[in-house]
Structure formats: C-alpha cells, structure tokens
C-alpha cells in the first residue's frame, strides 16, 4: 500500500538540506510506529520516495513524499488522521497537510511533475529594485526567444537555452528587502532554479526570500497537484514563525 503525504516546509527549518529532511522522516515515522515497508538487503531502509528536491533556504507549501506501508498492517491505518500524528512528530516548520492511498502502479513524483509555482524576491546588491524596473526586466524576459547561459550541473559547467522552461512571470508587488515574483517554472528535463531566472532578469539582482506554493502535473490534459489541500494548514505559518 502507497500513501502519498503533502507537507510544507516554513520558517527557521528551511535552512534543513534535503538529506536531513529525509532523516527527520525516517525519526517521525518511528516515534508514531507506522508500519513503513522496509526495503531488504545488508542495510534495509524505509521505503520512503521524495519529490523534487527543495534547495537549502527556500521555503515551501507544497512538498511531497511516497512511502510504501506492509501491506497487512498498513489497511489498519486511519489515513484521515495521519496528519494529525505526524506533525506534532516533525520538527517546527514541516508540516503535514494532506495523506491519501494512490493507486499501484502511479508514476514517481519524480517522472509526473513538470513545472513548479514560486514566490521570488528579487533584492539588489546596490540598493533596492522598484517594481517597474522588475516588471520591465520580466517582461523583457518573456518576450525573447532564447536565454542562453551556462548553468552548473553535477560539477560540470553546460550550456543550455532557459527560455523554454520560463513558463509565467508576473510582479507581485513589495516585499520587505525587494520586489516579489510570482512564478511558474518547468522541470523537465533539467528544471530552471529561481536563482537562474533572477540572474536573467538583470546584473546585480538576487534571489531573496523563496517559496515553493505549488507543484504541477499533467494528467489527461489537464494541470493538477499530486495531491490537493483545500486550504493550508492554519497553524503552519504560526509553528513556523
């Protein structure tokens, strides 16, 4: 049996790497005793499957996680009440949202998402940006036809056109430091990360704050989430401040 968990990741935990998030998990499934498959060899582990990674120091309100459960213990868990018993479980700042079955057979979160929403702070290295200098930078970037540059992957420097992977950009207005963005950005093959699109934008401009608010799939032609919540946790926000 496959539960798929939404959570959100806000706050001081942000700075968390992507590794220990999934070692705070593997604590968390432990303390509430879920009964979490095991994979088998010299050194079985849970059998716990991540989405797309979230960089160091970005925030988020829409990560997910797949983790098998033994098949015969695992029909006795309320999935209803996961939630619940897991995040008091996590550290501050990750929250658990959402938990549903998924039927055998669905693809990886991995293989499935093909674009991701974020909220960008643009900040400036000598003095702050206004919005209409943003706003024209953005528009400029969705009217071109090509953004080449040269990004660093696995080690090695590679030369790549951003543009197709810039899908929407819009101003949403001050933040505290800067100017924020609402973005869309795709992920396949490689992804665009927000840092690579505010360096397109302009000389002398860098990502501030950031949070992941959605994650994309394609699903008989229509856009949808893995996994939808109706509304966000109300006390996420306050567990992360």
Do not use: N
Not at 116 to 135: F, H, L, N, Q
């Amino acid at each position: 049996m496959r539960v798929r968990v939404r959570f959100s990741k806000l706050g001081k935990v942000r700075f968390t790497s992507h590794r220990d998030v999934a070692r705070m998990w593997e604590r968390a499934l432990r303390r509430i005793e879920l009964p979490v498959a095991w994979s088998e060899g010299f050194s079985p582990r849970p059998r716990l499957h991540f989405g797309l990674a979230l960089s160091t120091g970005h925030e988020s309100e829409a990560e997910y996680l797949d983790l098998d459960l033994d098949e015969a213990a695992g029909l006795d868990v309320d999935l209803a009440a996961l939630p619940a018993r897991l995040t008091p479980a996590l550290p501050v700042g990750i929250d658990v949202v959402a938990a549903a079955a998924i039927p055998p057979g669905t693809p990886s979160l991995q293989a499935v998402v093909t674009s991701c929403s974020w909220r960008i702070e643009v900040v400036g290295d000598d003095g702050r940006p206004t919005e209409a200098e943003v706003g024209a930078a953005a528009e400029r970037v969705l009217a071109t036809s090509e953004i080449v540059t040269t990004r660093t992957r696995k080690g090695q420097d590679v030369t790549d056109d951003i543009r197709p992977y810039v899908l929407a950009v819009t101003v949403a207005g001050p933040s505290t430091a800067g100017i924020e963005l609402e973005c869309e950005l795709g992920t396949s093959p490689r992804g665009l990360r927000p840092a690579e699109l505010v360096a397109a934008l302009g000389d002398g401009w860098r990502e501030g704050r950031v949070r992941r608010t959605h994650q994309w799939m394609q699903l008989d032609g229509a856009r949808q989430e893995p996994l939808p919540v109706a509304t966000p946790a109300p006390h996420a926000e306050a567990r992360a401040s």
